[in-house]
């Protein structure tokens, strides 16, 4: 990942994408259709073209994922049974839409930003380092212990209190505030 020199991608294939490394807003991934934050590619030409740094040609077609240890996860187009299915990432616990990687043993989905998330984030000038755990916490933000719909998400837990924990969908969301 540290070759950030132009890059090409198949549904952009008129311009070239180049690396913007500023921090500056949220965005929508092209290619996932999921949400990114700060460094992303974008089409050098300006048009409004933008996708994650693993969301792009040679894209990884397997990755281990260090809180699913167990699962194998395969780069798919499309989630299993899409269009019939309501598919959720079992990072974040929002919804598949586009680009996955999937886990046929388990049935687990991830986005590809989050099957590619680090394992630690700034968040309000907290450091947080994010959990698979399956006791039910009560979100500092939102205040419910469960995901979205009741899903079961990961959580960011504070490095300063050990304590303190988010939901993944809401450090995004004060993420994407503070962007
Ligand atoms: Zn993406
Ligand atoms: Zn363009
Ligand atoms: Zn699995
Ligand atoms: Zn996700
Ligand atoms: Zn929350």
Redesign the pocket.
Known sequence: MANHGDKEHERHPQHKLSWDASRNGGYTCADCK?VGLGPRYRCKKGCNFQVHECCVPPRPDSVAVPLFRDCRFKFLDLPPGAGVDHRF??????D?AGRVYHCFHCDRD??P??ACMKDDEVIGGVKYRLRDEGKKWECVMCKMRLGLEGKRTWWYVSEEDGESRLH?HCAIKLLLRDA
């Open positions: 999921f990432c079992d990072a974040c616990g929002t598949v991830m986005h930003s989050c993944v």
